[in-house]
């Protein structure tokens, strides 16, 4: 799969844990070391500023995308290559999808959930065929992963389903399995329960 841009969905915080920005950090350098830009929030603090900032000393390309009504909360980042402002956060999540090629969840609070849920279930439905990952630093995910799992077990999600998430440690080979990354048929699941 050709990367152009991939979208990363992570906290308007740094979280307690230094690994958390050192994950946000190494995110933004591999992308640019790849030329593969990255499309964000389009805030300057928290992670979103970190995954930024490492990523334009790197030498890449960074789209923010950040609604109006959150222009002052976020701190919208000035320095990015561009910065996209949107009426509503719907509209920027749209955009934020025809955007990129893939999406990546890095630590954050509820809106990186809602985010990365979103758009996985898209990619359930077949709406698209654009790879969705977690990196998972220092631990941050292990319970979700474990939950995630639990669930397929309990038949509340399918196994298929299920491994349509990547998960890694390692921005380079998130990346590596992102590139690599084939859309299932979905078209057959399609009538089946989805949710």
């Not at 334009?56 to 910065?83: C, F, N, R, Y």
């Not at 402002?85 to 934020?96: D, P, Q």
Request: proline share 3%.
């Amino acid at each position: 799969m050709q990367l152009e841009r991939v979208c990363v969905y992570c906290g308007a915080n740094t979280g307690r844990d230094p690994a958390y920005a050192d994950a946000a950090r190494a995110m933004g350098r591999a992308l640019a070391r790849r030329g593969i830009g990255l499309v964000t929030g389009g805030g300057r603090v928290g992670l979103m500023g970190v995954v930024a900032d490492a990523a334009l000393h790197a030498g890449g390309s960074v789209t923010g995308v950040i609604p109006q009504a959150l222009m002052k909360k976020e701190l919208a980042h000035t320095g990015l290559t561009e910065l996209v402002v949107t009426g509503s956060m719907h509209e920027r999540k749209a955009r934020m999808a025809e955007l990129a090629q893939g999406f990546v969840a890095l630590p954050g609070g509820l809106g990186t959930y809602e985010e990365l849920f979103e758009i996985w279930t898209w990619a359930q439905l077949g709406w698209h065929r654009k790879p969705c990952g977690l990196l998972n630093a220092a631990g941050f995910y292990d319970k979700l992963v474990g939950f995630l799992d639990d669930a397929a077990g309990a038949q509340f999600l399918k196994a298929e389903h299920r491994a349509m998430l990547v998960v890694e440690t390692d921005p380079d080979r998130l990346l590596d399995r992102f590139a690599a990354y084939e859309a299932p048929d979905v078209a057959k699941w399609i009538g089946a329960d989805q949710t």
